[in-house]
């Protein structure tokens, strides 16, 4: 049985390789969403036919592919209490899933909740603003727009920063909590089914903009604790890449923000 308050946005273009294993693993759920919204930027390999196959609506994004922009497109068609944004390339491997997000959604305060990428990331499960002041930002965002779900009601005060060409779910939810809402994250299941380019210094990067923005510290290993683990990494394998420590090391001496849209 749908649940009347939740809806699921995906975006996609040519996500036709992908999206059978995403939208099988979505009717596989014990909990289903009252509507499903496709938002599509371009797509010419049928991608558009697989949504509608699968209950959905399509809705076309005309303008250039924008991360903020196309998800406040696609969360407008939408009236439900919660929405579930989920990547055309994220699988939802446990049928009990969007169950356990409703269920944390439904805790008092919650404003998103979403998966993590990593087991340990030294965030708690349940971030609030004092948490924030005490660890500082990290280089890994407290939630993630491609295995998320946010409040509505949070969205129409404030929506995606669209002035951000990315990491807009890192800035949203850095904006719930400094409100007063608590951000929640869960350990689940998932496969995603993408490789992207070489992204360090854009992240890294935006992370320090949005420290200096709200006024936290960047919990990293610092100019001289990076350069060290450079020279090391140069006479052995480190768990950090070399090219992760030289963007972080570049972003760090910046003082504007590249994927901000001037």
Known sequence: MPVAD????????????????????LRAQTVQPAQIVGVDSGSGDGSDVLIREAGGAVARWDGPYHHARCLNFGIAQCTAKWVLILSSHTVLRAPDTIAA????MELSGTACVSGKWTAKDDWSDAITWPE????GLRFCSIYSNSFGMIRRELWEQRMFDETLV??????????QVRAGHTCRRLSFPFSYQRSAHNRDYTFAAVTFHLARQYGLR???L???GTIAALISGFFRRGRVSQKTHLGR???????????VER
Not at 166 to 175: F, G, I, K, N
């Open 101 to 104: 997000m409703i269920a944390a």
């Open 132 to 135: 924030l002041q005490r660890t």
């Open 218 to 220: 960047v919990g990293w």
């Open 6 to 25: 939740l809806a699921v946005i995906i975006r996609f273009k040519d996500s036709a390789a992908t999206l059978p294993e995403v939208l099988a693993a």
């Open 249 to 259: 090391l570049r972003a760090s001496f910046s003082t504007s923000c590249p994927a």
């Open 166 to 175: 990315t990491m807009e779910d890192y800035a949203w939810a850095l904006e």
């Open 222 to 224: 610092g100019w001289k």
